[in-house]
């Protein structure tokens, strides 16, 4: 079977599908919740959206109350290989050079929020279904794409849909790095309040407001703070251009009736590897800790700053852990809150498949001032190499592209992570750069295509 000739022959098709669904914006909206629409409109919209190309392409399809769903290719039998994909996106940030729900086409490129992360490479598993379906291939197994809505957040999808319908026996989700994700670090999202004690003086300057990040699992792009003055603070023009130089970023502040409002630009990045991005958040919160604050915010910003600053392997919190298959703990501060004298920093930890998730909440919870409010654990996933499901996709993948499948290990979790045997199957090639979650998000339409060729395989291979 040339499953590439295929592919090539429904590339128009799949690319303007590809197009149109991207053009929905499908960030979490709870102003726009519904009992059918629970994530909000956009989402819901993007979820029906994607149902009804199946429906249109002659799958059977189901929705869970606007949760989750599937799009499904019966077999003769009762097992299930599972395509976990998920519609919707992380917000779209700062920076584009294009609309980020445009969609456009630039130099063999479709640019648009979700391009990789899942949006494009769902469409790419729904034709490799499709190519299946349409050639009439003998199935055994039943094909399911299980469509996930609050993947880039809760998770509340996948824990709805487990409730209601049968776990696949193997499945993939095209939602990382080829060739094969077997391990997944462990994922933990917390939250710190600010409950230091302290009492606030009427001289000097004072934090108003500090705000950072919109996600735990993204590193925060902007940050901006406003500081209450008695008066102009001198040379203040200086002292903040030759820390943003200092700091390889840019920003800018204004004065307004005794107030100074500060904002730093950094760089958004997946949670996964914080040193791939520039945490705006950390780096303002170094800046105002040169300001003689009074009162709550010294000592909020001083703690960001002492524990945040430089380290995003725990060191200073005594939580840094490493493995053979996995590599290293991962921190990211996604999220920082002070408004009114009430702080709150929320955390995202990628913790190796061998680690101790007890060990880092006991690391949290020493933090002076601070109080540990909220502690989400989702533990690692690990399938053994000699699985058949990782020797099918192995042959698959080397048979197309004519190059060894390295088993890897990630950061990132993904919906792989959902199944006893599941493992996380592209589309990311070696050598690309992983831009999921940057602004000017963008998948290549080459390796979109490739990529559905390797899905088509792989489905059949798996359920023949």
Request: charged share 25%; net charge negative; glycine share 10%.
């Amino acid at each position: 079977m040339n499953w590439k000739q295929e592919v090539e022959a429904r590339k128009d098709d799949l690319i303007n599908d590809a197009r149109a669904y991207l053009q929905i914006k499908s960030v979490l909206d709870e102003t726009t919740k519904s009992d059918y629409a629970p994530f909000g409109k956009g989402i819901n919209d993007a979820f029906n959206h994607l149902l009804q190309l199946g429906e249109d392409s002659g799958f059977q399809v189901k929705n869970l109350d606007g949760y989750a769903g599937h799009i499904e290719l019966p077999g003769s039998g009762e097992e299930i290989v599972g395509v976990l994909c998920h519609v919707d996106v992380v917000p779209e940030g700062d920076g584009w050079s294009s609309d980020p729900y445009g969609a456009e086409i630039r130099d063999g490129r479709i640019y648009a929020r979700g391009a990789l992360d899942d949006k494009g490479p769902t469409i790419a598993a729904f034709y490799a279904m499709k190519i299946v379906k349409e050639l009439g291939l003998p199935l055994k197994k039943n094909v399911r794409m299980i469509i996930g809505t609050d993947e880039e957040s809760d998770w509340r999808c996948v824990e709805h849909y487990f409730k209601h319908e049968k776990m696949p026996t193997v499945g993939f989700a095209p939602d990382a790095d080829f060739p094969i994700i077997y391990a997944e670090k462990g994922i933990i999202d917390l939250k710190l309040k600010h409950t230091a004690d302290i009492k606030d003086e009427s001289h000097g300057m004072k934090l108003k407001s500090f705000h950072a990040g919109r996600r735990f699992n993204m590193v925060p792009d902007l940050a901006e703070a406003t500081v209450i003055v008695n008066e102009e603070i001198a040379d203040i023009n200086k002292l903040f251009t030759d820390f943003l130089t200092k700091a390889n970023v840019s920003g800018e502040y204004k004065y307004l009736n005794n107030e100074y409002m500060f904002s730093v630009k950094g760089k958004s990045a997946h949670a996964m590897e914080p040193n791939n991005g520039v945490n705006a958040g950390i780096v303002l919160a170094s800046f105002l800790h040169t300001l003689q604050i009074n009162g709550k915010g010294a000592h909020f910003v001083s703690t960001i700053d002492q524990i945040f600053k430089d380290d995003t392997r725990g060191e200073k919190l005594q939580i840094a852990f490493s493995d053979d298959i996995s590599g290293d703990l991962t921190v990211n501060l996604g999220i920082i809150s002070f408004e009114d004298e009430a702080g709150e920093i929320g955390i995202n930890i990628r913790y190796p498949v061998t680690g101790n998730a007890d060990k880092v909440k006991a690391g949290f919870e020493q933090i002076d001032g601070f109080e540990l409010n909220l502690f989400n654990d989702s533990k690692p996933h690990h399938v053994d190499e000699k699985h058949p499901l990782i020797k099918t996709l192995q042959r698959v993948y080397e048979e197309q592209i004519g190059e060894k499948a390295e088993l890897i290990a990630i950061g990132g979790g993904t919906y792989a992570r959902s199944l006893d045997a599941g493992v996380a199957f592209g589309p990311l090639f070696p050598g690309r750069p992983d831009v999921a979650h940057q602004k000017d998000e963008y998948i290549e339409i080459e390796d979109l295509l490739k990529a559905t060729a390797i899905y088509a395989q792989a489905i059949y291979e798996l359920a023949k």
